[in-house]
């Protein structure tokens, strides 16, 4: 059964720090990951994707990264920014045969001013 | 243009009543999913839409939750006799053509049952 962790649970930061988020999940044959921020009370905002086989994505301050043989992935946001406090989740589609995404419970991110 | 809608933002009911949760997806997209997510938790799958047809159903906690897409559009989450333990904040997301592609989410719908 696939469970996907994500360490820290929160994290407090100046702002202009680079900081990385992890991710973690016990099977290795995943269709694809994808992280995600959610603010408080709305919906989640997709922020990148990255296929099977595809090793890393970048998106502006961010880049993520996946190693399927290990069961990771992080997140790395540069210079980071007020605006950036939110909460980062993780999400693992499992192989061939299942539509169902797997989330992790989240980094809660503050950036203080 | 227009991202996912969810009618409506807020539902409270009683234990043992039946409501219905609405999803208004991205106009075109053909993947559907509902997810419902629980304070502190990340979003939980419950089922999967491609076109009209539910791909993945197995997240669905019990036969008292039920959804349906009969267009291929508007999805509708039905669940019979709620108890309190259906509390929750039901979410949609549609994408392009399917889980290969970016989920777009709704705001959510929450749901209290006294």
């Known amino acids: 059964k696939q469970e996907v962790t994500q360490i820290p649970a929160a994290l407090s930061v100046p702002e202009g720090e680079n900081l990385v988020l992890n991710c973690s999940f016990t099977?290795?044959?995943?269709?694809?990951l994808q992280w995600f921020r959610q603010d408080p009370g709305k919906g989640l905002t997709s922020l990148l994707l990255i296929q099977s086989s595809q090793r890393e994505q970048t998106s502006g301050r961010l880049n993520a990264s996946l190693d399927k043989s290990s069961g990771r992935s992080t997140l790395y946001i540069a210079a980071s920014q007020p605006g950036d406090s939110a909460t980062y989740l993780c999400a693992v589609r499992g192989g061939s045969g299942t539509y169902k995404y797997i989330f992790g419970t989240g980094t809660r991110l503050k950036v203080l001013a | 243009g227009a991202g996912v809608s969810q009618t409506p933002s807020n539902k409270v009911t009683e234990k043992g009543k039946y409501v219905e949760l609405r999803c208004d997806p991205i106009?075109?997209?053909?993947?559907l999913y509902w997810y419902r997510q629980s304070l502190g938790q990340g979003p939980e799958f419950l089922i999967y839409?491609?076109?009209?047809?539910?791909?993945?159903d197995s997240g669905l906690p019990n036969d008292r939750f039920f959804a349906v897409r009969p267009e291929g559009s508007v999805s509708t989450l039905k669940i019979q006799r709620t108890e309190r333990g259906d509390s929750a904040v039901y979410l949609c997301a549609s994408s392009p053509q399917g889980p290969q592609d970016t989920q777009y989410f709704g705001p959510g719908t929450r749901l209290t049952v006294l």
């Open positions: 099977d290795s044959a995943i269709y694809n």
């Open positions: 839409f491609q076109g009209t047809g539910a791909a993945d």
């Open positions: 106009s075109g997209h053909t993947a």
